[in-house]
């Protein structure tokens, strides 16, 4: 029995072929994992864990920050000492830099919200600053939109250390789509001119 419109079975096979072979432009979901960020140094690294106990849901767990020293003994062996700790306000997607003395970490987010947190930024035992949206000033027609975002990073924030750095003098260095360069001091949260 001949199909009764014979270009239906290839249009419906190269349809699902297309669905295969394109890839997902919806939004990455959060994981939830705890993760490891290191300074460039190499010297430092900063351990984001969920707090022991509490609700199995990690969605609704306290989460904190521990900054470490990393040393390597004459025996080959490697040993951190803790340096300090805060808690963390995880939203789920891991990264973060670490600044190359210890004292500073930064979350940047990869999707701009006028209203939400941009910048998250953590000193010496203290979350000291959530930078919003709204308080970045950049061109915000050349932002990238994605299925539910917008992206505000240079690279999409694929890359950090291409969208977002601690620089030689600890400052938080976060560049944006229209090619502006934003500096923080990661010890009060405020940008720099």
């Not at 050349?142 to 030689?168: I, P």
Request: hydrophobic share 35%; charged share 25%.
């Amino acid at each position: 029995m001949r199909h009764p419109h014979p270009s239906l079975p290839v249009t419906v096979a190269i349809a699902a072929a297309l669905l295969v072979l394109t890839p997902a432009s919806a939004d990455e979901p959060p994981s939830w994992r705890g993760f490891e960020a290191r300074s460039k140094s190499g010297d430092w690294v900063a351990v984001v864990e969920p707090d022991a106990g509490g609700p199995a849901d990690r969605t609704k767990k306290s989460w904190t920050l521990t900054v470490y020293l990393e040393q390597e003994k004459p025996d080959g062996t490697t040993v951190r000492t803790k340096e300090w700790s805060c808690p963390y306000a995880y939203g789920g997607y891991p990264g973060a830099l670490v600044s190359d003395d210890g004292k500073s970490v930064a979350y940047v987010e990869v999707w701009w919200r006028e209203k939400g947190t941009a910048v998250s930024l953590y000193h010496d035992g203290k979350h000291v600053a959530d930078v919003k949206g709204a308080d970045i000033p950049f061109d915000r027609t050349k932002m990238q939109a994605t299925v539910s975002h917008h992206l505000w990073l240079v690279d999409g924030g694929a890359t950090y250390g291409r969208s977002a750095e601690f620089d030689a003098k600890g400052r938080l260095i976060v560049r944006t789509v229209d090619g502006k360069e934003h500096r923080f001091d990661p010890a009060t949260g405020k940008r720099l001119e």
